[in-house]
T-cell receptor, first 117, second 115 residues
Framework: AQSVAQPEDQVNVAEGNPLTVKCTYSVSGNPYLFWYVQYPNRGLQFLLKYITGDNLVKGSYGFEAEFNKSQTSFHLKKPSALVSDSALYFCAVRDVWVTGGGNKLTFGTGTQLKVEL | GAGVSQTPSNKVTEKGKYVELRCDPISGHTALYWYRQSLGQGPEFLIYFQGTGAADDSGLPNDRFFAVRPEGSVSTLKIQRTERGDSAVYLC?????????????FGPGTRLTVL
């Protein structure tokens, strides 16, 4: 079974400071990893993904994430936070080796990011 | 281009009633997914279609839930004899089915409230 853990319910950061939102995963095979952002009363918006290759993945709005296989982590980062980054962030995993339609994503419980002036 | 659309955006029904939720995927996306998001939780997988067939329905909670995609495009999630515990936001997503382009794009969701 695949699972995702987001250990922080909320992360607070000052505008202009770097931010990190943590994610760890568990799969039986190799993972596909994703980050999504959810603004109030809106659907999930894709930010970035890791499939293979370079462990540092760059995505939308200046976000990036680093895949660490030994620590089974995929933390989301941004060098300089903006107030407009305040939203709910979800990490998700898909197990590459699951056959028979294994495209389903397993999501974490989400981390609320609050960026303050 | 147009994203994933879902109708209705809100649905209020009474316990025991039947409801249908509709999803229009992005044109050309062969894969379609339904998820359910309860308050304070991440989305939970319900069912995945590849074309017209349900490739994985392991997330459907019981036989009151059923989904169809008869022409490989629009999908309808059907819930019979609704219960208060079915109240949640139902999300639909679609994707291409390529290894290098498999991210799922989500619609705005249908908020279902069962009174």
């Amino acid at each position: 079974a695949q699972s995702v853990a987001q250990p922080e319910d909320q992360v607070n950061v000052a505008e202009g400071n770097p931010l990190t939102v943590k994610c760890t995963y568990s799969v039986s095979g190799n993972p596909y990893l994703f980050w999504y952002v959810q603004y109030p009363n809106r659907g999930l918006q894709f930010l970035l993904k890791y499939i293979t290759g370079d462990n540092l993945v760059k995505g939308s709005y200046g976000f990036e994430a680093e895949f660490n296989k030994s620590q089974t982590s995929f933390h989301l980062k941004k060098p300089s936070a903006l107030v407009s980054d305040s939203a709910l962030y979800f990490c998700a995993v898909r197990d590459v080796w699951v056959t028979g339609g294994g495209n389903k994503l397993t999501f974490g419980t989400g981390t609320q990011l609050k960026v303050e002036l | 281009g147009a994203g994933v659309s879902q109708t209705p955006s809100n649905k209020v029904t009474e316990k025991g009633k039947y409801v249908e939720l509709r999803c229009d995927p992005i044109s050309g996306h062969t894969a379609l997914y339904w998820y359910r998001q309860s308050l304070g939780q991440g989305p939970e997988f319900l069912i995945y279609f590849q074309g017209t067939g349900a490739a994985d329905d392991s997330g459907l909670p019981n036989d009151r839930f059923f989904a169809v995609r008869p022409e490989g495009s629009v999908s309808t999630l059907k819930i019979q004899r609704t219960e208060r515990g079915d109240s949640a936001v139902y999300l639909c997503a679609s994707s291409l089915n390529r290894v290098d382009s498999n991210e799922q794009f989500f619609g705005p969701g249908t908020r279902l409230t069962v009174l």
